[in-house]
């Protein structure tokens, strides 16, 4: 006996641009006959999607701005829900409180409209800006600067459906003005380093950003004797950031350091070399 999928009806769905499909399996086995349920299916008519393109400006108001612009490229309008930057973990995070959530969960952090009085749906041919607010910045370009480009994005949605994004590629060259910067020497390292560690390489270094130098020490970096200006803070047991103030009042990683070399650092004073 063998069976086949048959569509026993078509029709316009109500509500959205798509044909709803109806279909059943008939068996064949001397005669056919229709056998089990009945199972339907949405097929899109015209589908709604938007473009998304990344742009940035120094605002007077605002500081230094990113913004998202959202252009309707299909033929029908649709609502826009909402537009976030996401970013995806492949290991477990820890969270506020301890908890530990699954691995591959996305992380939204929503941006917002620029012109407040454009409601209603997105006609075909528009396009409206939505911008990350510049005290949530450095949050997000710390995030960049963790995960590689194909864990961060974009992305617009029409209540449930994502109907555009843009890839961490094009995302990454717009939050290059964090306040957490690398030395040539010690971006390699980092490189290599899995998430895990990049994060608390990150995490260890972020309570130092917008602090005075003098101030460092009770945000939990130790002075490094020998080698002005130079710090070391540790992101694991293992694991040593070495770190110094820039002119312009960043915070540069100057290098990176495992368990052997921690210990030395520690017990020497020693900074990091030229």
Request: charged share 25%; hydrophobic share 40%; with cysteine.
């Amino acid at each position: 006996m063998s069976e086949i999928d048959f569509v026993v009806d078509v029709r316009q769905s109500p509500d959205t641009p798509e044909l709803i499909v109806s279909k059943q399996k008939v068996a064949f086995s001397g005669d056919a006959r229709l056998v089990g349920s009945l199972v339907e299916s949405r097929v899109g008519l015209v589908a709604r999607k938007a473009k998304v393109s990344i742009v940035s400006f120094a605002e007077a108001e605002q500081g230094f701005v990113v913004v998202a612009r959202v252009e309707n490229v299909g033929a029908v309008p649709f609502e826009i829900t909402r537009v976030a930057f996401e970013h995806r973990y492949k290991q477990p995070q820890q969270v506020g409180g301890g908890a530990v959530v699954a691995e591959d969960r996305e992380w939204p952090l929503d941006l917002f409209p620029i012109d407040q009085a454009r409601t209603g749906p997105l006609q075909p041919g528009e396009e409206r800006g939505y911008y990350l607010p510049q005290i949530l910045y450095d949050n997000v370009a710390s995030t960049c600067v963790s995960l590689p480009p194909d864990q961060l994005w974009v992305a617009v949605y029409s209540g449930t459906e994502e109907v555009g994004r843009i890839g961490g590629e094009h995302v990454q060259l717009f939050f290059e003005r964090a306040s957490v910067v690398f030395h040539r020497r010690a971006v390699p390292f980092f490189d290599t380093l899995p998430e895990a560690d990049r994060l608390a390489v990150i995490r260890a270094v972020a309570p130092l950003r917008n602090v005075k130098r003098d101030q460092w020490p009770s945000a939990g970096a130790v002075p490094l004797d020998g080698t002005p200006l130079a710090f070391l803070v540790r992101a694991g047991e293992d694991l040593g950031v070495v770190v110094q103030p820039t002119e312009d009042k960043k915070v540069e990683v100057a290098d990176i350091v495992r368990e052997g070399a921690l210990e030395q650092f520690e017990a020497s004073g020693g900074g990091p070399t030229q």
